[in-house]
C-alpha cells in the first residue's frame, strides 16, 4: 500500500450528502474530468458508474452528484436547497451547462449508465466519463472514488496525486505516532500540528479547524430544527427534531448560541446526556440523508459520530476554548490518518467498520486526549473503539445512507466514549491490542469479507426487510 501524506483537510472535508464515496468523489471526479478536458470541444457526454457505484448509487445520489459536478457546481459551497431544483432543470430541458458555461444536451436516463453486473478491478467504485467532441472523436476518463471523498484517475497511484511535503514527524503506523510523540515530549495534536506546518501556517489550520467545528455546528442544529421525511422512498421519518424538542423541554432558543445554552439548562443527568448525544448524531445523519452540507468526517455516511462526540465535550464537559477544538480535530484527523494509510475508509473495501468503525476510533482518541490523557491511552481508546466494530457490515437497505447509518452513528459516538473512558482509568501501558493490531486486523477482515456487505446492498438488512422501494 503506498504511503500518502494526509493533512488535517483531508480528513475533514466540506461537502454535501449522502455519501463521501458515493457523492462526493464523483462529484470531484466530474469536475476533475471537466479540468482536463476543453469544455468548449465538447458535443455530449456520458457517465458510466460500475461496482458499488452502480449498485447504490441511486440511493447514494451518485448520478445527482456527478450532474452537479458537471454543471460546474462546487459541493463546498452549493447552496444545498437549491439541490431538486437544478437537477429537475437539468431533467426537464435536457441540458447541462458543463463547468457552468458550455450547454450541451444531456438527458440523465440515458446519458448515465449504471452496470450494475460489471465491476472494474482497482477499485469497486469507478466511473467512466465519456465526452464525444464536436469533431466526432471520444475522449475518456476513468476515476475511483476510494473512499472519504477521496479519487484517484485509472493508472494513477493515489500516493502521487497528493502535493509533496516532508512532515517533520513521519508516521508511518500507531507506533511511530507514539514513539515520536514520548520522544519529543509532545502530545498527539501538537504533533499534528508541527505537521501540518509543512501546508500551511499555524494560523491557517486554526482558522481552517474552526471553519470545519463551525459547518459541523451548523449541520447539527439544522438536523435538529428539521422535521419531515427523507428523500429516496424509504419513508423514513426524522427524529432528531422531536428529540431536540422533548429534551429541551419547552425551553426558547433562536440560534446556535442559545441552543447550547437552553441544553446545558436542560438536564445533565447521565440518560439526558445520552439522549443529546444520539441527537446529536441524529441531527447530521438526517441532514446527510437529505442531501444537506455535512463534513466527511473521515466519510459521509459516518459523519456524525465526531461532531456528536465533539459536541458531547463541548456542551457538558468543560467550556471548551478554540484551543480544545483544533486539539479534538487534529488529535481525530490522526488516528484517522492511521486507518486510511494502513487500512480503508472505504465501505465498500471494508464494510461498515471502515466507516462507523473508524470515526468511532478518531472520536475516541481526540476525546481522551481532550480529557488528558496521554498519547498511549489517546492511541488505547482509538483501539478500543474500533476492537468492537471489527466486522461490522455495510447493508444500506434500499440502497440509501439511512437504515442501518442514520442510527449507526449514535451508537459510534456512545462506543467512543465509553472506549475512552475505558482508557482514562488505564494508563495505556497494559494494553494486550495494540491500534497497529486493530488497523491490521480491521484490513485483514476488510478482504476476506464478502462483497454482499460491502456497500452493494445485497446482503445483511439490504435483502432482509422487504420493502417496495423504485429501483436503485
Ligand atoms: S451501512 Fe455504514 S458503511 Fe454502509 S452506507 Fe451505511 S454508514 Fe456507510
Known sequence: MAKEQLSVFDIFKIGVGPSSSHTLGPWRAAERFLKETDINTIASIQVNLYG????????????????????????????????????????????????????VTFTPATDIIFHKKESLPFHPNALKIVAILTTGATIEGTYYSIGGGFVVKDGEDASTTKQHVTLKYDIN??????????????????????????WRTQQATVKGILNIWRVMQECIYR???????????????????????????????????????????????????????????????????AF????????????????????????????????????????????????????????????????????????????????????????????????????????????????????RNTMGAIKAITASQLALQGDGEQMKVSLDAVIKTMWDTAVDMSSKYKETAEGGLAIKVPLNLPEC
Open 223 to 289: 438536523g435538529c430544527h428539521a422535521d419531515g421525511i427523507l428523500p429516496g422512498g424509504l419513508h423514513v421519518v426524522r427524529r432528531a427534531a422531536k428529540m431536540n424538542r422533548q429534551l429541551l423541554k419547552g425551553k426558547p432558543e433562536t440560534n446556535l448560541t442559545e441552543w447550547v445554552a437552553a441544553i446545558r439548562q436542560s438536564g445533565t443527568d447521565f440518560t439526558s446526556i445520552m439522549n443529546w448525544i444520539s441527537c446529536f448524531a441524529l441531527a447530521v445523519n438526517e441532514e446527510n440523508a
Open 173 to 198: 503506523d500507531a507506533e511511530d505516532l507514539l514513539q515520536n510523540c514520548m520522544g519529543a515530549g509532545i502530545s498527539i495534536s501538537q504533533l499534528v500540528m508541527e505537521n501540518e506546518k509543512a
Open 52 to 103: 458499488s457505484l452502480a449498485k447504490t448509487g441511486k440511493g447514494h445520489g451518485t448520478d445527482i452528484a456527478v450532474m452537479l459536478g458537471l454543471n460546474g457546481e462546487d459541493p463546498v459551497t452549493f447552496d444545498t436547497s437549491t439541490l431538486h431544483s437544478a437537477i429537475d432543470n437539468i431533467t426537464t430541458t435536457q441540458k447541462i451547462k458543463l463547468g457552468g458555461q458550455t450547454e
Open 292 to 407: 444537506g452540507r455535512v463534513v466527511t468526517a473521515p466519510t459521509n455516511g459516518a459523519a456524525g459520530v465526531v461532531p456528536a462526540v465533539l459536541m458531547y465535550y463541548h456542551v457538558f464537559g468543560k467550556q471548551t476554548t478554540d484551543a480544545d477544538i483544533v486539539k479534538f480535530m487534529l488529535t481525530a484527523s490522526q488516528i484517522g490518518c492511521l486507518f486510511k494509510m494502513g487500512s480503508t475508509i472505504s465501505a465498500a473495501m471494508g464494510g461498515c467498520q471502515a466507516e462507523i468503525g473508524v470515526s468511532s476510533s478518531m472520536a475516541a482518541g481526540a476525546l481522551t486526549e481532550c480529557l488528558g490523557g496521554s498519547p498511549s491511552q489517546a492511541m488505547q481508546a482509538a483501539e478500543i473503539a474500533m476492537e468492537h466494530h471489527l466486522g461490522m457490515t455495510c447493508d444500506p437497505i434500499g440502497g440509501l445512507v439511512q437504515i442501518p447509518c442514520i442510527e
